[in-house]
């Protein structure tokens, strides 16, 4: 039986701090809004409480957690020394959606939590009542995000029930997130240098700001040929390429970017090229699904919407301001679910600021078939 806490009703948000800390330091498993996404939390020490997370999400014991702090005082338990740029990221981008991957102290979380690499990845989330309950818990709070391993990530407690109900401990309703997508995860890669394992809320642009250099993961497959399709080519070929790529670059640093993700139940293409070949292409392959029987979807943008023949049209946001777009995106993808949509194509955006986080999780959704026209 999952408790729910409605944090917005009057009166319901101290009451939901309260008992949902109180259910955390008793090992309970509580989801909680954050500013990116909700996460799905439990005491970090826990051993037995960070399993039912595991079991709960249907999640793989290799994929660790990130660990969510409400006070830069709780660090020194966590990690080991760390450098300057580190600290210099934390002042700039915290509380903010930016992952920092640190050396852990040995012993300060439970093993399942780093799935036994000796790093730890922290975050202190822009977010009063996730902070608000992570200080009332006491302690670090270990917490992915609170959808089903595989599923579009929650942006909203409707999402977290509809994967998780029955599930869980407890659900803290504080209404929907507002980033949307979840934060960029970095290691330090040396002395001024940051690598992003995992595109986020905090942009790359943003970084470079703070680091002198900023790398870019070579396993996200982004902007690698190798994942491209020729239009209509099934994604097989695809996929033994990307992996051939995978191996030349050495697995993704952070193993969670490795499983398929975010994905609605239709099968998915993501379309990049020039405006009018995107529509062409689409245009022409929806009109050919529908002879075939199959419901479709168009995932698109304010400024490209108009003259799209699908069953399921969804505007995800404004090619002008992406973050829009970024707010929107699995709630889109969940939406074409709920339409019962087979076949969805996608419109690519730019790869520039919060852009580079979406595509990705475009990418992913469309678990890389990804056709140039
Ligand atoms: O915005 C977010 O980060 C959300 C909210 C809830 O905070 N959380 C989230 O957690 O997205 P999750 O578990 O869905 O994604 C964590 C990512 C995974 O890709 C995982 O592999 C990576 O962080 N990660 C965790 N610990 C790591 C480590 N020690 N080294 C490298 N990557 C790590
Ligand atoms: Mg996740």
């Known amino acids: 039986n999952t408790k729910i806490w409605r944090a917005l009703e009057p009166g319901g948000r101290e009451r939901a701090i309260a008992e949902a800390a109180r259910m955390l330091r008793d090992g309970g498993i509580v989801?909680?809004?954050?500013?990116?996404?909700?996460?799905?939390?439990?005491?970090?020490?826990?051993?037995?409480?960070?399993?039912?997370?595991?079991?709960?999400?249907?999640?793989?014991?290799?994929?660790?957690?990130?660990?969510?702090?409400?006070?830069?005082?709780?660090?020194?338990?966590?990690?080991?020394?760390?450098?300057?740029?580190?600290?210099?990221?934390?002042?700039?981008f915290w509380p903010g959606p930016l992952t920092l991957v640190l050396p852990v102290r040995p012993g300060a979380v439970s093993p399942r939590v780093t799935a036994g690499l000796d790093t730890v990845a922290l975050r202190m989330p822009h977010h009063d009542l996730a902070l608000r309950l992570i200080a009332e818990a006491g302690r670090p709070i270990a917490a992915p995000s609170a959808n089903s391993s595989g599923r579009p990530s929650p942006t909203e407690a409707a999402h977290v029930i509809d994967d998780l109900n029955g599930r869980i401990d407890g659900i803290v309703d504080g209404g929907p997130t507002g980033v949307g997508v979840e934060s960029t995860v970095v290691e330090i890669a040396g002395p001024g240098s940051v690598r992003i394992l995992r595109p986020g809320g905090v942009t790359a642009e943003q970084l470079r700001e703070t680091a002198d250099e900023v790398l870019l993961d070579p396993a996200l497959g982004l902007g690698l040929p190798s994942v491209s399709l020729q239009?209509?080519?099934?994604?097989?070929?695809?996929?033994?390429?990307?992996?051939?790529?995978?191996?030349?670059?050495?697995?993704?640093?952070?193993?969670?970017?490795?499983?398929?993700?975010?994905?609605?139940?239709?099968v998915m293409e993501l379309v990049q090229g020039e405006p009018s070949a995107v529509r062409a292409y689409?245009?022409?392959?929806?009109?050919?699904?529908?002879?075939?029987?199959?419901?479709?979807?168009?995932?698109?943008?304010?400024?490209?919407?108009?003259?799209?023949?699908?069953?399921?049209?969804?505007?995800?946001?404004?090619?002008?301001?992406?973050?829009?777009?970024?707010?929107?995106?699995?709630?889109?993808?969940?939406?074409?679910?709920?339409?019962g949509i087979d076949r969805i194509w996608a419109e690519a955006c730019p790869q520039t600021g919060i852009g580079l986080a979406l595509l990705n999780r475009l990418a992913k959704a469309a678990a890389h078939r990804i056709v140039r026209v």
């Open 231 to 266: 239009p209509g080519e099934e994604p097989s070929a695809s996929w033994r390429e990307n992996e051939a790529a995978e191996a030349a670059h050495g697995a993704p640093r952070s193993p969670g970017m490795k499983y398929a993700h975010y994905a609605p139940r239709g």
């Open 282 to 339: 689409i245009l022409e392959a929806v009109e050919e699904a529908r002879r075939r029987g199959e419901r479709t979807g168009v995932l698109t943008y304010e400024e490209r919407a108009a003259g799209y023949d699908a069953d399921a049209v969804i505007v995800c946001g404004s090619l002008a301001r992406l973050e829009t777009a970024a707010r929107r995106l699995y709630g889109s993808l969940r939406e074409f679910d709920a339409r």
């Open 31 to 92: 989801a909680f809004p954050t500013e990116t996404v909700y996460g799905l939390g439990a005491d970090a020490a826990d051993t037995a409480a960070v399993e039912r997370i595991f079991a709960a999400k249907g999640r793989p014991a290799d994929n660790p957690l990130i660990v969510h702090i409400a006070d830069t005082g709780q660090l020194d338990a966590l990690v080991l020394p760390y450098g300057e740029l580190a600290s210099r990221l934390m002042e700039r």
